[in-house]
């Protein structure tokens, strides 16, 4: 069974501080990983994208892949209260590429 | 930006009812996918669509649930006779290359009563 794991959370950081959302997977060979933002009752919104091991910035959001590990992670810095969402990690494992597997997501509150 | 769009945002249907989901992904992309998520539960693939025919599907893709492209446009999701269980936001997605994660339409929520 491929799993994606994610703390729930909820998670509170206050206003300016960095988010750390975390994530592991299952499958060793693994090749691609998505980071989605999904809001209450709206459809997800891709934010990151990895695919190799090291760090990957836009903007605010910094992604991290570990491969040995089995880890990605997101860090959200300089948090706005409009970055309060659902942080949903998403998997592409090996020999589909075109199926993605989501972690439960981990519920973001940013606090004024 | 381009959108995924799909149609209706609610449809409340009875037991047993055939009901059918309609998108239309972005226009120069290639793969369709539909999804769904349960409230309060994680997203779930459904199946993916690629040069007319079903490239994947889940376990919960069985043979209540159909796709279609009837015209150049359009990506449909049929359930022949929908269960209470079926109750569930369904994302309809496409990409231009699945490798680089998908655009969401921004769903149809489905009640089956």
């Known amino acids: 069974q491929k799993e994606v794991e994610q703390n729930s959370g909820p998670l509170s950081v206050p206003e300016g501080a960095i988010a750390s959302l975390n994530c592991t997977y299952s499958?060793?060979?693994?090749?691609?990983f998505f980071w989605y933002r999904q809001y209450s009752g709206k459809s997800p919104e891709l934010i990151m994208s990895?695919?190799?091991?090291g760090d990957k910035e836009d903007g605010r959001f910094t992604a991290q892949l570990n491969k040995a590990s089995q880890y990605v992670s997101l860090l959200i810095r300089d948090s706005q209260p409009s970055d309060s969402a659902t942080y949903l990690c998403?998997?592409?494992?090996?020999?589909?590429?075109?199926?993605?597997?989501f972690g439960s997501g981990t519920q973001l509150t940013v606090l004024p | 930006e381009p959108e995924v769009t799909q149609t209706p945002s609610h449809q409340v249907t009875q037991m047993g009812q055939e009901v059918i989901l309609r998108c239309v992904p972005i226009?120069?992309?290639?793969?369709f996918y539909w999804y769904r998520q349960i409230l309060g539960q994680k997203v779930e693939f459904l199946v993916s669509?690629?040069?007319?025919?079903?490239?994947?599907k889940s376990e919960i893709f069985d043979d209540q649930f159909s796709v279609e492209r009837p015209d150049g446009s359009n990506f449909t999701l049929k359930i022949r006779s929908t269960k209470l269980e079926d109750s569930a936001m369904y994302f309809c997605?496409?990409?231009?290359?699945?490798?680089?994660?998908?655009?969401f339409g921004s769903g149809t929520r489905l009640t089956v009563v």
């Open positions: 669509f690629y040069n007319n025919e079903i490239s994947e």
């Open positions: 990895i695919y190799s091991n």
């Open positions: 998403a998997v592409a494992y090996s020999g589909s590429a075109r199926q993605l597997t």
């Open positions: 997605a496409s990409s231009g290359d699945g490798a680089y994660g998908y655009t």
């Open positions: 499958d060793r060979g693994s090749q691609s």
């Open positions: 226009s120069n992309h290639l793969y």
